[in-house]
């Protein structure tokens, strides 16, 4: 009888411990549903079909291209080409975006990363990412 006292003790024990820690951890992570309030709810933008292709070689003002999904507005990215900031046209055409630009006319025989930076209200929503190509002369 002792031992079976023992055993329902500890499990009642677990089974507390496993309720306080699932009710009181559940915001950390950020992900999607696990509270946290409204930061939690987003979700992290998604680039992709970076063109020209990483590594690639191409004439100076060649247009770069990419799509981007789960932003609210395109006014949320940046596009930056050599800490030079670079102006983009965006063309809905659900579920993403589609973004178009040019290389900066000052860039030539040179490599350049094109960081693409999104912005949101919350830090856990925001996004970044980029390629390399290499310009001619």
């Not at 799509?67 to 507005?73: G, H, R, S, V």
């Not at 996004?127 to 390399?132: I, P, S, T, V, Y």
Request: with cysteine; net charge positive.
């Amino acid at each position: 009888m002792k031992k079976l006292i023992s055993a329902t003790f500890l499990v009642a024990i677990f089974s507390m411990t496993t309720a306080y820690a699932a009710e009181h951890h559940s915001g950390h992570g950020g992900g999607q549903g696990g509270g946290g309030g409204s930061a939690g709810a987003c979700m992290k933008p998604r680039l992709s079909n970076f063109t020209p292709g990483h590594l690639a070689k191409v004439a100076p003002e060649s247009e770069i291209s990419f799509k981007i999904i789960n932003i609210d507005n395109p006014d949320q990215i940046s596009i930056t080409i050599k800490e030079i900031s670079v102006e983009f046209d965006s063309e809905f055409k659900a579920p993403f975006y589609l973004i178009k630009a040019k290389l900066p006319a000052s860039l030539r025989n040179t490599a350049a990363r094109i960081n693409i930076r999104v912005n949101a209200k919350y830090p856990q929503c925001e996004g970044e990412d980029g390629w390399l190509v290499l310009i001619s002369g």
